[in-house]
Nanobody
Framework: QVTLVESGGGLVQAGGSLRLSCAAN????????MGWFRQAPGKEREFVAA?????IYADSVKDRFIISRDNAKNTVYLQMNSLKPEDTAAYYC????????????????WGQGTQVTVSS
């Protein structure tokens, strides 16, 4: 069983930055693919970024967001720069022991989410 706890969300003006953190209670954390997803009200959950040793990004956040991890701290991060109002959503951390994936169906473990609101 893997427990994930996100933090770092908040309210920021357009053009600003936030860093989300996700702390994992997991053995062999380094072996898991860690992903970030987001969901805005009335919309489906959307892939943002994921990594194990390599990284993948949604086109909408590429060149603005950076996913990273510290395996010694069992933590994955999402650095979000140049934020836009359309980035407003609840952001979820997820983990899977399977291959790197953009599909939320492939992730077995989820955090409770942290809200990010970007004002114009």
């Amino acid at each position: 069983q893997v427990t994930l706890v996100e933090s770092g969300g908040g309210l920021v003006q357009a053009g600003g930055s936030l860093r989300l953190s996700c702390a994992a209670n997991a053995r062999l954390f380094s072996s898991y693919v860690m992903g970030w997803f987001r969901q805005a009200p009335g919309k489906e959950r959307e892939f943002v970024a994921a990594m194990r040793w390599s990284t993948i990004y949604a086109d909408s956040v590429k060149d603005r967001f950076i996913i990273s991890r510290d395996n010694a701290k069992n933590t994955v991060y999402l650095q979000m720069n140049s934020l836009k109002p359309e980035d407003t959503a609840a952001y979820y951390c997820a983990a899977t022991g399977a291959a790197l994936s953009r599909s939320h169906y492939d992730y077995d473990y989820w955090g409770q989410g942290t809200q990010v609101t970007v004002s114009s």
